[in-house]
């Protein structure tokens, strides 16, 4: 079994381990913050790797595998796959790698805009690999019966966001190519089904002109993660903000530049990087 020696410490005073691609996981870190200010944080960015999207399952799965066995051996007591590409990878499992540990992750929020659109057209903004994924077939068949559900990979935009660029002529570009053509099909609902999109959101208002509603599910997933830790008395005790230590298997200095920014508070930041199939700091 996978967890084998690398026993998490459960206590309250462990750490809430989150992990994405890359810098996308920070939007749902800061719904993380907001909820739950007490708890320490461990986040690993893989911007080495970054995009996942065009990857393969398979590879998706073996770097969210190792970056699992990272935040446990530096005592997660919860896993934060804060990514939709790797949670329709390998969320399944790491479960089951992992049975002991308390896993939440994410799923292209469909159900919520099937429920609110109005027009019956809602249009889901993922990665090429979110879409391929069983999770998201799973979610489309239960959740949306009736409802038209318009896709695009908005293709290059994880590297727009990456690069800090979140509404310059290229970023709207792909935004608009996206866009235009769910507007003009009637869409009213558009759902953020990749983490790094909910930066871009003042941009995706503006081109559809406050005509939709966008969901980012970030707030859910907060709120996920603080029942799983209530209903194991797992939640830290302090009121007061916990510190945050952040690494990047890409370039460091970028990386301390853009998370403050989308943050919206500091961090620890260290480099870690991969030899081979593993991730050490
Ligand atoms: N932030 C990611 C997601 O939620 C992955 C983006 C990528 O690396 O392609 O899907």
Same mark, same amino acid.
């Given at each position: 079994?996978?967890?084998?020696?690398?026993?998490?410490?459960?206590?309250?005073?462990?750490?809430?381990?989150?992990?994405?691609?890359?810098?996308?996981? %920070?939007?749902?870190?800061?719904?993380?913050?907001? #909820? #739950?200010?007490?708890?320490?944080?461990?986040? +690993?960015?893989?911007?080495?790797?970054?995009?996942?999207?065009?990857?393969?399952?398979?590879?998706?799965?073996?770097?969210?595998?190792?970056?699992?066995?990272? +935040?446990?051996?530096?005592?997660?007591?919860? &896993?934060?796959?804060?990514?939709?590409?790797?949670?329709?990878?390998?969320?399944?499992?790491?479960?089951?790698?992992?049975?002991?540990?308390?896993?939440?992750?994410?799923?292209?929020?469909?159900?919520?805009?099937?429920?609110?659109?109005?027009?019956?057209?809602?249009?889901? +903004?993922?990665?090429?690999?979110?879409?391929?994924?069983? #999770?998201?077939?799973? &979610?489309?068949?239960?959740?949306?019966?009736? &409802?038209?559900?318009?896709?695009?990979?908005?293709?290059?935009?994880?590297?727009?966001?990456?690069?800090?660029?979140?509404?310059?002529?290229?970023?709207?570009?792909?935004?608009?190519?996206?866009?235009?053509?769910? %507007?003009?099909?009637?869409?009213?609902?558009? &759902?953020?089904?990749?983490?790094?999109?909910?930066?871009?959101?003042? %941009?995706?208002?503006?081109?559809?002109?406050?005509?939709?509603?966008?969901?980012?599910?970030?707030?859910?997933?907060?709120?996920?993660?603080?029942?799983? #830790?209530?209903?194991?008395?797992?939640?830290?005790?302090?009121?007061?903000?916990?510190?945050?230590?952040?690494?990047?298997?890409?370039?460091?200095?970028?990386?301390?530049?853009?998370?403050?920014?989308?943050?919206?508070?500091?961090?620890?930041?260290?480099?870690?990087?991969? +030899?081979?199939?593993?991730?050490?700091?």
């Amino acid at each position: 079994m996978i967890s084998e020696g690398l026993k998490a410490d459960s206590g309250q005073n462990a750490p809430i381990g989150v992990f994405d691609s890359g810098i996308g996981g %920070l939007s749902v870190l800061r719904a993380i913050r907001a #909820l #739950l200010p007490g708890e320490r944080i461990l986040y +690993l960015a893989d911007q080495g790797h970054v995009p996942y999207g065009p990857r393969p399952m398979a590879e998706i799965q073996q770097f969210s595998e190792e970056i699992t066995r990272f +935040l446990l051996a530096r005592g997660a007591k919860l &896993v934060v796959v804060a990514c939709n590409t790797a949670s329709a990878a390998a969320l399944h499992h790491l479960r089951a790698s992992f049975p002991g540990i308390p896993f939440v992750g994410m799923e292209p929020a469909v159900k919520p805009a099937a429920e609110h659109t109005k027009s019956g057209v809602v249009g889901v +903004l993922a990665t090429p690999a979110t879409f391929q994924g069983a #999770l998201y077939a799973s &979610v489309v068949e239960r959740f949306a019966q009736g &409802v038209t559900v318009l896709q695009d990979t908005c293709p290059g935009l994880v590297q727009q966001i990456e690069a800090g660029d979140l509404n310059g002529a290229g970023t709207r570009q792909i935004l608009e190519n996206a866009l235009h053509p769910m %507007l003009a099909k009637g869409v009213d609902t558009v &759902v953020m089904g990749c983490t790094h999109y909910p930066f871009v959101i003042p %941009l995706i208002e503006e081109i559809c002109g406050g005509k939709v509603r966008v969901i980012d599910p970030a707030p859910a997933v907060a709120r996920q993660a603080q029942r799983l #830790l209530d209903a194991r008395g797992a939640k830290a005790r302090e009121e007061a903000k916990a510190p945050i230590v952040a690494f990047t298997t890409g370039a460091l200095n970028p990386f301390q530049m853009i998370l403050p920014e989308l943050l919206g508070e500091t961090a620890e930041m260290w480099a870690a990087s991969w +030899l081979g199939s593993v991730l050490s700091a």
